[in-house]
């Protein structure tokens, strides 16, 4: 039997996002507005005073305790890698030849892959082999941080290879089981990794038809659960979709149970599983496999199915809302990643094709204040005993302001609460958080090289403003090379 849950037209009871996420106590309001979902006004980021976010909370000034676990050769390694991708004119470049034709050329495709390997490959990744990544793990781990697993394949249409993409995932999670307890913290996985990027389409398309006509019969839905808001984007689906065939509901099945198996692994592992967020094209089947998933999984107050939630997109907010307001009235409890996006190239031109205005926010700093705002409610939801929430941010004042903000509601040592950064990248954030007690993972993806591509490419898009405009880890890095270079001259 589905369940039903009937979602408000219009989001009356908003406490949560109404508090700024450096408030001093869970009683104060802050100086932003209620959200008003009709209306598109410009977020602003109150500055919060110097000391909320001193060296009481916070410090990332500290070189030498920052990088005090990391030895000298990895902090040159690391410094090195940094200045090159840092350089925009060679990112573009490198983004030109992986994706041109001498890739086709043996002897360009090994000069590239060699190349590729011994730098940017070493730098954000945790290895080859599942044996590899779990040696990485616990060398971050000696370091303070934890690890989360990711198995880096892409998306794919055949279903043979979804079947390998899953025996991939379930050796990742015995993996994790393997170390120390607590040393990997999570398994990520893409669902279209293990369900046909095709069958993710139809079914996304589907279900838009049926948040545009709620009479519009899915008998394959298990449930009612939102997965939309008012002022989601539907313009992918302009035209009423046929029904699924019996071959491609026998496909979402096998699809469903691959990630039933996979979330069971878990469970048993005690290793909890996050499901990465993709296109919004296909989202919607995305974030339905996923909340299946947590619904039938997420048992005793402890989430093991995580889904991740991109605070670039408008909509994010209010389908955070509905979401952990659903869950709560279900009884199950919800965790979520916090991202801002990584398809905001793809997002935009597909939604400018189509003639209609791209579903991220129209500047940064919307952005910004999105994912704030959805930080500060998912803290209040843990503080209140209900939720969970991996805050994924490279972002120092995002950082800053979440640490402040966890603890002040007396949540900074929570099981519930994890800060999280791309390996290799935004490491003075990550080892600040660590030093002021919070538990904080990397995002640690590994594969063969020429299977991981994909990654570093989007990575690279994401991430070439950051690596250049950001310069306070290679600062860092500078200063503590030169004191250890002047602490030996002096020995």
């Not at 892959?113 to 990485?136: I, K, L, N, W």
């Not at 990997?184 to 990027?197: D, E, L, N, Q, R």
């Not at 979520?336 to 398809?343: D, M, P, Q, S, T």
């Not at 020429?450 to 570093?456: E, F, G, R, T, W």
Request: glycine residues 4%; charged residues 20%; negative net charge.
């Amino acid at each position: 039997m589905a369940i039903r849950f009937q979602a408000p037209k219009l989001l009356k009871n908003l406490r949560y996002f109404t508090r700024a996420l450096n408030s001093a106590s869970t009683t104060s309001i802050s100086a932003v507005s209620p959200l008003n979902f009709d209306e598109k006004p410009e977020p602003t980021i109150e500055k919060p005073a110097a000391n909320r976010l001193g060296s009481s909370v916070l410090d990332i000034n500290d070189h030498e305790k920052l990088f005090s676990l990391l030895s000298t050769t990895k902090l040159i390694r690391a410094a090195a890698n940094l200045h090159l991708a840092a350089v925009e004119p060679l990112v573009d470049f490198g983004i030109w030849v992986m994706n041109s034709r001498l890739m086709d050329i043996d002897l360009a495709r090994e000069v590239v892959m060699c190349t590729v390997r011994h730098s940017f490959y070493e730098h954000f990744c945790a290895g080859e082999s599942a044996a590899e990544a779990t040696d990485c793990v616990r060398r971050v781990n000696d370091a303070g941080l934890r690890g989360m697993l990711v198995y880096a394949v892409e998306h794919t249409d055949d279903v043979s290879e979804c079947e390998q993409n899953l025996q991939g995932f379930l050796q990742t999670v015995q993996s994790a089981k393997s170390l120390p307890p607590e040393s990997a913290s999570f398994v990520i996985a893409k669902i279209s990794a293990i369900c046909p990027m095709s069958l993710l389409q139809r079914v996304s398309d589907l279900l838009r038809w049926q948040q545009r006509d709620p009479s519009f019969n899915l008998p394959w839905k298990l449930n009612n659960f939102p997965l939309f808001s008012d002022c989601s984007p539907l313009y992918h689906t302009l035209q009423k979709p046929e029904p699924l065939t019996l071959q491609e509901e026998n496909e979402l099945q096998s699809a469903q149970q691959r990630l039933q198996k996979l979330c069971q692994e878990c469970l048993e592992a005690n290793v909890p599983l996050t499901v990465d967020a993709e296109d919004t094209f296909v989202q919607p089947a995305i974030d339905y496999l996923t909340y299946n998933a947590a619904l039938s999984n997420n048992k005793a107050g402890k989430p093991i199915v995580y889904n991740t939630l991109q605070a670039y997109l408008k909509d994010a907010k209010e389908r955070l809302f509905l979401a952990t307001e659903a869950a709560e009235k279900m009884g199950v409890p919800m965790g979520f990643k916090l991202v801002r996006g990584a398809y905001m190239s793809s997002e935009s031109k597909l939604a400018a094709s189509l003639g209609f205005d791209s579903p991220i926010h129209n500047s940064i700093q919307e952005t910004h204040a999105c994912y704030n705002d959805c930080a500060s409610y998912m803290l209040e939801k843990i503080a209140d005993g209900a939720g969970a929430v991996v805050l994924a941010t490279h972002n120092v004042e995002s950082g800053q302001l979440a640490a402040a903000k966890a603890t002040d509601l007396g949540i900074k040592g929570d099981q519930k609460l994890e800060f999280a950064q791309l390996y290799g990248m935004a490491e003075a954030l990550s080892y600040g958080l660590r030093n002021a007690g919070f538990q904080v993972s990397k995002y640690m993806p590994f594969g063969p090289v020429d299977k991981i591509i994909p990654y570093l490419l989007r990575r690279a898009e994401e991430n070439r403003g950051f690596l250049s405009a950001s310069s306070l880890d290679r600062q860092l890095m500078r200063k503590e090379l030169m004191r250890r270079v002047n602490a030996a001259a002096v020995m």
